[in-house]
């Protein structure tokens, strides 16, 4: 118990404030420290996770040091555990936004919106799959079970099938550009690329997604009347437009001063975004609530929320540790070989092979971080595709988009699976396949109609 509630999230929060103090302040035993709380967080969370995980992970570690091992590479082995850490820290303080979003009742005016808005199935998954999109764009996965929650009444009951693939849907979409995702702080890391350049691109890529989805839909569309749950109040529902497009305009008003940050700092935009979390969590919480709420929340933060992180924690620590010693060995040479034997030598074709490559072995278990990690450290320094960083940082962030709503074993499905009692292999096969196949085609048309036309 006292591993529990207060070793495993103690290690995860010392990692990533030290990693967060780093960049401020430089100095060598930060980085020790940092590497020495990365290998307790995996030695403490190991126990308690899965078997599947605890294979993959133990996998990966024994390769790594294997590999190290070859060029008696033991102080590279010990500093390769903090790889990923810069992107985790994301992962790990970008949760606590969904503290002032609780506080200022966001989620109980967008149900009143949400409510008021289904007239139909279709509305009904086009307006599940657009709060779960909106919401997951800050809140990530957290925003699944939220939504889940609020669309999980009795009247709802009959359209579960639809409901669910909406929010299976829903998430992959803010993967595709949300600068709160650590998909897209792994790519940043890695390639020379400023989230500004992917943004727009991803963000049209995620409204072909939710267009699709209702197309896909459109033939069992029925009508719906639900007098019960509309609100007949004008305030409350003036109030409720109120604050969505608050929320809007605050988002909004956050990410671009986040950038601006990162231009006149001259930091990675990564740190930037988990300062700003735990900043905005304090303030911005303290202005709608008292203390008292706010130490509860944090309590629950620490005591649900990071225990909950221990699978994602501890495999892409050691994803970074597997991607440090494939450049150890050199390694990378021999994929670029392979990928110059077998002709590959332009970026749409290269994005194609990621695309199927990674959404084939996320459905056999291989989660994207590792599959992206790997890649994104053998690519980002390979000469060939040196002026085409733009363009492949995007074919792999919708890979890894794409891979997510089809694997069994992915933190999506497995939710999902666990909220819904449905089988996550169900989820991925028979609810989402079509629209990721249909989706990947669409996504890949468009990356290669703006490299052609517009050089991107």
């Known amino acids: 118990m006292y591993n529990k509630i207060i070793l495993r999230p103690g290690f995860v929060l010392l990692m990533g404030i030290s990693y967060l103090v780093s960049v401020?302040?430089?100095?060598?035993?930060?980085?020790?420290?940092?590497?020495?709380?990365?290998?307790?967080?995996?030695?403490?969370?190991?126990p308690s996770l899965k078997r599947s995980s605890k294979l993959m992970i133990s996998g990966l570690l024994i390769?790594?040091?294997?590999?190290?091992?070859?060029?008696?590479?033991?102080?590279?082995?010990?500093?390769?555990?903090?790889?990923?850490?810069?992107?985790?820290?994301?992962?790990?303080?970008?949760?606590?936004?969904?503290?002032?979003?609780?506080a200022a009742k966001y989620l109980d005016f967008m149900e009143v919106l949400y409510n008021f808005y289904i007239t139909s199935t279709r509305r009904l998954y086009l307006m599940t799959k657009l709060m779960?999109?909106?919401?997951?764009?800050?809140?990530?996965?957290g925003?699944?079970?939220?939504?889940?929650?609020?669309?999980?009444?009795?009247?709802?009951?009959?359209?579960?099938?639809?409901?669910?693939?909406?929010?299976?849907?829903?998430?992959?979409?803010?993967?595709?550009?949300?600068?709160?995702?650590?998909?897209?702080?792994?790519?940043?890391?890695?390639?020379?690329?400023?989230?500004?350049?992917?943004?727009?691109?991803?963000?049209?890529?995620?409204?072909?997604?939710?267009?699709?989805?209702v197309l896909l839909e459109s033939k069992y569309n029925e009508p719906l009347d639900l007098p019960n749950l509309?609100?007949?109040?004008?305030?409350?529902?003036?109030?409720?437009?109120?604050?969505?497009?608050?929320?809007?305009?605050?988002?909004?008003?956050?990410?671009?001063?986040?950038?601006?940050?990162?231009?006149?700092?001259?930091?990675?935009?990564?740190?930037?975004?988990?300062?700003?979390?735990?900043?905005?969590?304090?303030?911005?919480?303290?202005?709608?609530?008292?203390?008292?709420?706010?130490?509860?929340?944090?309590?629950?933060?620490?005591?649900?929320?990071?225990?909950?992180?221990?699978?994602?924690l501890t495999l892409f620590i050691s994803a970074g540790v597997f991607g440090q010693a494939i450049i150890n060995i050199g390694a990378g040479d021999a994929i670029v070989y392979f990928l110059e034997f077998i002709g590959v030598d332009h970026p749409l074709l290269l994005i194609l092979i990621i695309m199927i490559t990674t959404c084939v072995l996320a459905f056999l278990g291989f989660h994207p971080i590792i599959i992206i990690t790997v890649m994104a450290v053998t690519l980002s320094?390979?000469?060939?595709?040196?002026?085409?960083?733009?363009?492949?940082?995007?074919?792999?962030?919708?890979?890894?988009?794409?891979?997510?709503?089809?694997?069994?074993?992915?933190?999506?499905?497995?939710l999902l699976g666990g909220l819904t009692r449905t089988n996550s292999i169900e989820i991925g096969m028979k609810r989402n396949m079509k629209f990721v196949i249909l989706l990947s085609l669409v996504s890949f048309l468009f990356l290669c109609f703006i490299h052609i036309i517009f050089n991107y």
């Not at 035993?29 to 995996?42: K, R, T």
């Not at 008696?72 to 970008?94: C, K, M, R, T």
């Not at 693939?165 to 600068?179: D, E, Q, V």
């Open 143 to 213: 925003a699944v079970t939220l939504v889940y929650q609020l669309t999980n009444t009795p009247s709802y009951q009959p359209y579960k099938d639809m409901r669910y693939k909406a929010l299976a849907r829903g998430y992959p979409l803010a993967i595709f550009w949300s600068p709160y995702y650590i998909s897209i702080a792994l790519l940043l890391s890695y390639f020379n690329v400023s989230w500004i350049e992917l943004f727009p691109v991803g963000f049209v890529i995620a409204g072909m997604g939710i267009i699709l989805g």
């Open 381 to 414: 320094t390979t000469p060939v595709f040196m002026e085409h960083h733009r363009i492949i940082a995007m074919g792999m962030l919708a890979s890894w988009a794409l891979s997510v709503p089809i694997s069994p074993f992915s933190a999506l499905t497995l």
């Open 63 to 102: 390769i790594s040091f294997i590999l190290f091992s070859i060029g008696n590479s033991w102080i590279e082995a010990f500093y390769s555990f903090d790889a990923n850490v810069s992107i985790l820290s994301i992962f790990i303080f970008v949760p606590l936004l969904g503290i002032p979003l609780k």
């Open 230 to 312: 509309k609100t007949s109040d004008s305030n409350t529902f003036r109030k409720a437009w109120y604050k969505v497009v608050e929320l809007m305009c605050i988002t909004v008003a956050i990410t671009t001063i986040i950038m601006l940050f990162e231009h006149l700092w001259d930091i990675s935009v990564i740190p930037i975004i988990s300062i700003f979390s735990i900043i905005l969590c304090f303030v911005w919480t303290l202005f709608y609530e008292k203390v008292s709420f706010l130490v509860n929340q944090l309590k629950e933060y620490t005591q649900v929320n990071i225990p909950r992180m221990g699978n994602e």
């Open 24 to 46: 401020v302040f430089t100095h060598p035993l930060l980085s020790i420290f940092i590497n020495i709380f990365a290998i307790l967080v995996i030695g403490f969370y190991f």
């Open 132 to 141: 779960t999109y909106a919401f997951c764009v800050l809140m990530n996965l």
